[in-house]
C-alpha cells in the first residue's frame, strides 16, 4: 500500500502522523511511505531522518493526497484539503464527524473512507488512540496550574508542594479517568493535597489502593464537588460521559466561592467544560479571570507538547496502520472489531451510528 503523510496545516498544529520509526515499520512490511517535506520539522524531525528510514520525501500535499492509497494525519481535513480527496481513498485521523456537519458532507462527497482514531474502540471500551492526549492533557494541567498559582501569572502565590513547616496547595480532580489520573500523578509528586472526586466507586478504590491512602478520594455529588470548589487552590476538571457534551458540575455559584487567586483547568473544555464560568482560550492567551479565579479553558492541550505528542500519538497509531496496510482495511476490520468500529464514512454514506445519531437528533 502507499501510504501519504501531509504537513498539517491547521494554525498551531506542529504534531505529524507519522516518526521516522513507524516509516521504518511500514517500509519493513513492503509499503511505500510518502511524507511531504517538513512535516515532521514541527516535532523535531526533519526530512533526512524520514529519508534514512526509508520514506519519499514529497515537494507537496497535492503529490502526497494523489498518490496515496491511505493518508495519515493528525488533524482532521480542512477545506483546503477537501479537493485533494480522491474516491476510495482511506483517511486515516482524528475527524470528530459528530460535531461537523460540514466536514461530514465534504468527506461523503468525496466518497473516501474516513476510520477517525477517535472512535476506534477496543471490546472493553478503551479508545486507545485518544488516551495518549488525554495522559499528556493531564500531566500539562497541572504543569500549568503550578505554574499559574506563582503570583506575577495572577495566581494566590502558593508553591504546589509547599516546604516543612508551610501546608501544600489543594489540589481538587474532578473526573478521574485518564486525564484525571495523569494529574493527579503530577499533582502528589510535587506534594499537594490532592482530593479526588468520581462517580465511579470501583475507579475511586483503586486509586485509593495504589495511591495508599495518599489522595482523598471523594464520591462527586452537588454537595461534595461545592465543598471541594471552595477549598481548593488548583481545580482541574477532567469528567466525560462518552458521546455527550460535559455535565456543568461545577456551577458559576460554586466559582463565586473559590478563594481569589485559585485556578481551574477545566480539560473537559472540547466537550463544552464541566465548569460552568469556563470558556474556550488558546495557548496564548490560555486564562481568563472571572470571580477572581483564573480559568484555563485550551481545548487542544497536547499541541503546546508536539514532540512528545506526536511520539504518543504516533506509538499508538502505527500498530493500526500496518494492519490496515497489510491486510486491507475490509479483511482488517472483520479480524479487528476495533478498526472496523473506526470507519466513519464510506462510499458517501455516514456508517458509524455514533456519528449518524449525531446528524438524526
Ligand atoms: N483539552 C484538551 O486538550 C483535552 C485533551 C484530552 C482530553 N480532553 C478531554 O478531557 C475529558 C476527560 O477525558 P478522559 O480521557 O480522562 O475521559 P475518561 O472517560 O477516561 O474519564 C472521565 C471520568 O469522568 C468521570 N465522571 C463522569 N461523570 C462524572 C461526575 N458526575 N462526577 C465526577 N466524575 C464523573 C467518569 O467516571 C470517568 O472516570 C474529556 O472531555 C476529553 O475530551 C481534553
Redesign the pocket.
Known amino acids: 500500500m502507499i501510504i501519504g503523510v501531509p504537513k498539517e496545516i491547521k494554525p498551531a498544529e506542529r504534531r505529524c502522523a507519522l516518526t521516522p520509526a513507524g516509516v521504518q515499520q511500514l517500509v519493513a512490511h513492503g509499503h511505500t511511505v510518502l511524507i511531504e517535506t517538513e512535516a515532521g520539522v514541527g516535532s523535531g524531525l526533519p526530512d533526512g531522518l524520514y529519508e534514512s528510514a526509508g520514506a519519499l520525501v514529497c515537494s507537496t500535499a497535492e503529490e502526497v493526497f494523489e498518490r496515496a492509497d491511505m493518508v495519515m494525519k493528525v488533524k482532521e481535513p480542512l477545506p483546503a484539503e477537501w479537493p485533494l480527496l480522491r474516491a476510495e481513498q482511506i483517511i486515516f485521523t482524528y475527524l470528530h464527524l459528530a460535531s461537523s456537519r460540514e466536514l461530514t458532507e465534504a468527506l461523503a462527497r468525496a466518497g473516501v473512507i474516513g476510520v477517525g482514531y477517535e472512535t476506534i474502540q477496543r471490546p472493553d471500551g478503551e479508545l486507545p488512540l ?2 495518549p ?2 495522559e ?3 500531566k500539562l494541567a497541572m504543569q500549568e496550574a503550578a505554574a499559574a498559582l506563582n503570583v506575577h501569572r495572577g495566581g494566590r502565590g502558593i508553591l504546589i508542594g509547599g516546604v516543612p513547616g508551610v501546608p501544600p496547595a489543594e489540589v481538587v480532580v ?7 489520573v495523569n494529574a493527579v500523578e503530577v499533582a502528589a509528586g510535587l506534594g499537594a493535597q490532592v482530593t479526588i ?4 466507586l470501583d ?1 475511586l478504590r483503586h486509586l485509593n489502593e495504589v495511591t495508599h491512602g495518599r489522595c482523598i478520594t471523594v464520591y ?1 455529588d452537588p454537595v461534595t ?1 461545592a465543598r471541594a470548589a471552595a477549598y481548593a487552590d488548583v481545580f482541574i476538571g ?5 458521546g455527550a457534551r ?2 456543568k ?1 461545577v456551577t458559576e455559584a460554586m466559582v463565586k466561592t473559590m478563594k481569589p487567586g485559585s485556578v481551574v483547568v477545566d ?5 463544552g467544560g464541566c465548569v460552568e464560568t469556563s470558556e474556550i482560550t488558546t495557548h496564548d492567551e490560555p486564562y481568563v479571570l472571572k470571580h477572581g479565579v483564573l480559568h484555563w479553558g ?5 499541541a503546546a507538547v508536539p514532540r512528545t505528542a506526536t511520539l504518543a500519538l504516533t506509538n499508538a497509531t502505527t500498530p493500526y496502520a500496518v494492519k490496515i496496510a497489510d491486510l486491507g482495511l475490509d479483511a482488517a476490520a472483520e479480524r479487528f472489531p476495533d478498526i472496523a468500529l473506526g470507519v466513519n464514512v464510506r462510499g458517501g454514506e455516514i456508517v458509524h451510528p455514533g456519528v449518524r445519531a449525531a446528524f438524526e437528533s
Open positions: 485518544l488516551t492526549m488525554s499528556i492533557a493531564g474532578l473526573g478521574c479517568g485518564t486525564v484525571g472526586l468520581d462517580i465511579n475507579r462527586s464537588v477532567g469528567v466525560l460521559i462518552a460535559a455535565p458540575l480539560v473537559a473544555i472540547d466537550q485550551v481545548p487542544n492541550m497536547p
